[in-house]
């Protein structure tokens, strides 16, 4: 198994997009080569060591014309090109032409990085994000997509009332091992594949139709089945602004049947007897900036802008400098974005609109409903709410703050009222690992007054099941506990051995339904990926 870096910056993962790309297309003949993103090239590990540097704001150094360390040189010239692009961009001829002279300098330069330097260019200007304003996304109230229809994106197609389900997370890799993860999930038979969202890297055409639409399709060919595929968008997809996820979507490449059409990134796939509905969640509008600050991205930007300065150390390198001027300050594209038009707030929620729609849905159907989405609720290894306040002039916390680090209580203010009544279970992606945490976890401190209680209700099972797809090494420590957010069991992945190194196997989920008013069926599995055959690991009930 390869290890696979990605990156949260859009502008990084979009840079290894192209590079991976272009990889793919040159080797795919001579090495077989999927489009899967484990690509072993020197190139893709120099891409990687570049934007570690830039991503960690560490200096990267000019190794020199002369310089004879060919990696050094191939991780240099990935910054070049990647700069190069960005002063094509801001119409900089004289930063565009500087850096062309300084590529040239490099005898061993390898010619792809100028295929790569132009795929970058042209897919920047493809996604609306780019261009300073907001992702595609499709509002049931919008006049060019749902026109005020609450119903709009609520599949006609109906499972069966013993529906067979199958759940996977953070699949689009185009990986051999993403291929047997949804075989071995195949084999089950199921009536529809729920996935919970990421293509990797940055949710490009090409990524979009080879890593998940292109993987799935031969999958399901080869095992001659006709499985209907829906999906929400990670924050992977919107690093291109869900252009391309979208087209997916309106391809009908993932369905079978017109019934079966998802028409948004957000969708309500209900069973024949409205025993049991799935509801898909859109996090990754606002939550493609997840783990990653603004001041980060604005950095990376400003960065590609200025690069080294010809300010040198004691021995002669360039560096990064400490104080930068804004993106294309100088520019004829001034007006270029410099922030993220879609992070106006600090943790994920969906949009109000879609709220409206998800809460019309919750609020109305009998039956019980199961959240899917991308982004956590909660979390033992991951930032993914606000600190609680601290008293004023005080290091003591303020008891009335309900916030915690782990926690995201914008997402559960925004469901939390529907909790154990209407919404029996939430399973989310986003970590590459699979949790299985407390049934009904509540954090410790929280008010016990029943207006509080009526809105910020406990979840029945909170599930964590991003583990379809991307290697995960023991040395990542998955399951670290950095919040004290308590797991149902100690439920681990068990360790495949893969040369010297323990790497953690990938899965997925079987939902079985048993008609209204009957508990469903919960069942874990881990793949072997030699044979693409399923082993069982856990089985609980959802009531």
Request: net charge neutral; charged share 20%; glycine share 6%.
């Amino acid at each position: 198994m390869t290890a696979i870096e990605h990156f949260e910056v859009p502008h990084l993962a979009l840079w290894k997009s192209c590079v991976s790309e272009i990889l793919a297309k040159e080797y795919k003949q001579t090495k077989n080569t999927s489009y899967g993103i484990d690509i072993d090239h020197s190139m893709i590990k120099a891409t990687d060591k570049y934007c570690k540097l830039i991503n960690t704001n560490k200096p990267l150094i000019d190794p020199g014309k002369d310089s004879n360390d060919k990696e050094a040189v191939e991780v240099y010239l990935s910054y070049l090109h990647h700069r190069m692009a960005h002063a094509k961009i801001a119409k900089q001829k004289d930063s565009e032409t500087k850096l062309k002279s300084q590529i040239a300098e490099y005898k061993f330069g390898n010619p792809l990085w100028q295929k790569m330097f132009i795929q970058y260019y042209k897919y920047y200007w493809q996604y609306p994000y780019h261009k300073g304003v907001t992702p595609k996304y499709r509002s049931w109230q919008a006049d060019d997509a749902g026109k005020g229809n609450i119903e709009y994106s609520v599949i006609n197609w109906t499972l069966p009332s013993n529906a067979r389900i199958a759940i996977v997370g953070d699949i689009g890799t185009g990986t051999d091992e993403a291929s047997a993860v949804i075989s071995a999930a195949c084999k089950f038979k199921p009536d529809a594949i729920l996935h919970l969202g990421d293509i990797y890297f940055s949710g490009t055409k090409q990524e979009t139709n080879k890593r998940l639409v292109g993987m799935v399709r031969k999958v399901l060919k080869k095992e001659r089945l006709e499985i209907p595929f829906f999906t929400v968008p990670g924050n992977h997809e919107y690093f291109t602004g869900a252009v391309s996820f979208l087209n997916a979507l309106d391809s009908d490449k993932l369905i079978y049947d017109k019934t079966q059409k998802q028409e948004a990134s957000y969708f309500c796939l209900r069973s024949q007897d409205n025993g049991w509905q799935f509801l898909g969640l859109d996090t990754g509008y606002n939550g493609h900036y997840m783990n990653v600050s603004q001041g980060a991205k604005e950095a990376t930007l400003k960065y590609l802008h200025i690069g080294a300065i010809e300010n040198p150390k004691p021995d002669g390198n360039k560096y990064w400098p400490k104080d930068h001027n804004p993106y294309f300050l100088n520019s004829s594209e001034a007006n270029l974005p410099q922030k993220d038009t879609t992070s106006p707030v600090a943790m994920v929620t969906v949009r109000p609109d879609e709220e409206l729609w998800h809460v019309d849905k919750l609020s109305k159907f009998s039956g019980r409903s199961v959240l899917l989405s991308h982004h956590q609720l909660y979390s033992a290894l991951d930032v993914c709410g606000i600190a609680q306040a601290n008293l004023p002039s005080s290091n003591n916390p303020d008891l009335i703050d309900i916030n915690r680090i782990w926690m995201n209580t914008g997402l559960w203010k925004q469901f939390g009222p529907y909790f154990g009544d209407k919404v029996a279970a939430w399973i989310w992606g986003h970590e590459h690992n699979l949790v299985i945490f407390e049934d009904n976890y509540l954090p410790a401190g929280l008010p016990t007054n029943k207006a509080f209680t009526d809105v910020y209700k406990t979840l029945p099972k909170g599930r964590c099941a991003g583990h379809s797809a991307i290697p995960v090494q023991d040395s990542e420590e998955p399951y670290k506990i950095n919040y004290q957010v308590p797991f149902r069991q100690d439920l681990k992945l068990d360790l495949t051995k893969v040369g010297n190194e323990n790497w953690y196997n990938h899965g997925f989920q079987i939902i079985e339904l048993f008609g209204a008013g009957n508990p469903a069926r919960l069942s874990y599995f881990q793949v072997s990926l030699k044979d693409s055959i399923a082993l069982p690991l856990f089985v609980e009930t959802i009531n």
